[in-house]
């Protein structure tokens, strides 16, 4: 079992910056592809960010290309998502997601078997 927690959601300015942070715990018998999807109120949940396990190959979704970053260091179990320039079509519940046995990413939701509880990112005018 993998525990997700995702954590650095907040209010910020439009123009600003936020990043995010996940952090895996649990036992981890081997190495998994993770990634960061959001939803909106009445909207489905949306893929934004992925990477592979060794982190060599990220893939991001592209209202957010160019402007997010995603990263990781498997020394601390920890994924990163560095968002600059935020939009007030940013706005949602960020929540990271795992996927054990596999070192590729999705941008299928229903694909990963672990996720974080959600943290709130609000984009202000």
């Known amino acids: 079992q993998v525990q997700l927690v995702d954590t650095g959601g907040g209010l910020v300015q439009a123009g600003g910056s936020l990043r995010l942070s996940c952090a895996a715990s649990?036992?981890?018998?081997?190495?998994?592809?993770m990634a960061w999807f959001r939803r909106a109120p009445g909207k489905e949940r949306e893929f934004v960010a992925g990477?592979?396990?060794?982190?060599?190959?990220?893939y991001y979704a592209d209202s957010v290309k160019g402007r997010f970053t995603i990263s990781r260091d498997n020394a601390k179990n920890t994924m990163y998502l560095q968002m600059n320039g935020l939009n007030s079509d940013d706005t949602a519940a960020y929540y990271c997601?795992?996927?054990?046995?596999?070192?590729?990413?999705?941008?299928?939701?229903?694909?990963?078997?672990?996720w974080g509880q959600g943290t709130q990112v609000t984009v202000s005018s």
């Open positions: 990477i592979t396990w060794s982190g060599d190959s990220t």
């Open positions: 649990g036992r981890t018998f081997s190495k998994y592809a």
């Open positions: 997601a795992a996927r054990i046995t596999y070192t590729v990413p999705s941008i299928s939701s229903t694909w990963y078997n672990y």
